[in-house]
């Protein structure tokens, strides 16, 4: 039972325009949500997060929208650059779980120049 | 500051045989988890110490993996024996706290292969 669920495997986008990577989750406890990213043979960096009670939070060209009556969250990277051609996890937090963190399956994003 | 540290990075063992990860959490990070990420998929929490406490281990196979933080900073995470659905990068990570906004950093992960 995916929980969190990102229904793209992979996304290409040309350098300069906009990615938009989306998120689907199940569990309506779910009051936090993050942004990673992951470069191969690395761990996941932290990108961005939005608590519940937000709809958008912004930080420099990373914009995470949440829509909680659709359970869907998504991630705008304007304008998108080579360097942001990784994977990307959508991962979310129940209100009483302890900062445990459920994931998505993962979207790698190729930005080609 | 140093991040997550973890070793072995990469480990190819038999079906059957023992393995054991090591890793040592950012300084002053209380809290610090055990991750697995089967290729392809995000990754799934197996074991979560709170100091030298678990707090959840809901979702680690018992029978075979265990995973200990003695002395509430290192800790090692163990598999025995081995199956071929254990090939996955092991992901160690660690936050300050439990609490909301608490940061959780992943190390690089350690890649197990079993054939």
């Known amino acids: 039972d995916q929980q969190v669920k990102q229904n793209s495997p992979s996304l290409s986008v040309q350098e300069g325009r906009i990615s938009i990577l989306n998120c689907d989750y199940t569990?309506?406890?779910?009051?936090?949500f993050l942004w990673y990213k992951k470069y191969p043979a690395e761990g996941p960096t932290f990108l961005i997060s939005i608590s519940s009670i937000k709809d958008k939070n912004e930080d420099g060209r990373f914009t995470v929208f949440l829509n909680k009556s659709a359970k869907h969250l998504s991630l705008h990277i304007v304008p998108s650059q080579p360097g942001d051609s990784a994977v990307y996890f959508c991962a979310a937090r129940g209100n009483n779980a302890g900062n445990m963190l459920t994931f998505g399956g993962g979207t790698r994003l190729m930005v080609k120049p | 500051e140093a991040g997550v540290a973890q070793s072995p990075r990469y480990k190819i063992i038999e079906k059957r045989q023992s393995v054991a990860f090591w890793c040592n959490p950012i300084?002053?990070?209380?809290?610090l988890y055990w991750y697995q990420q089967i290729l392809g998929q995000g990754p799934k929490l197996l074991i979560q110490f709170q100091n030298n406490g678990v707090v959840d281990d809901s979702q680690l196979p018992k029978d075979r993996f265990s995973a200990e933080r003695l002395k509430g900073v290192d800790s090692t995470l163990k598999i025995q024996p081995a199956k071929l659905e254990d090939s996955a990068v092991y992901l160690c990570?660690?936050?300050?706290?439990?609490?909301?906004?608490?940061?959780?950093?992943f190390g690089e992960g350690s890649w197990l292969t079993v054939v």
């Open positions: 300084s002053g990070h209380a809290t």
């Open positions: 569990n309506s406890m779910f009051d936090y």
């Open positions: 990570a660690s936050s300050l706290g439990r609490t909301l906004g608490n940061t959780i950093y």
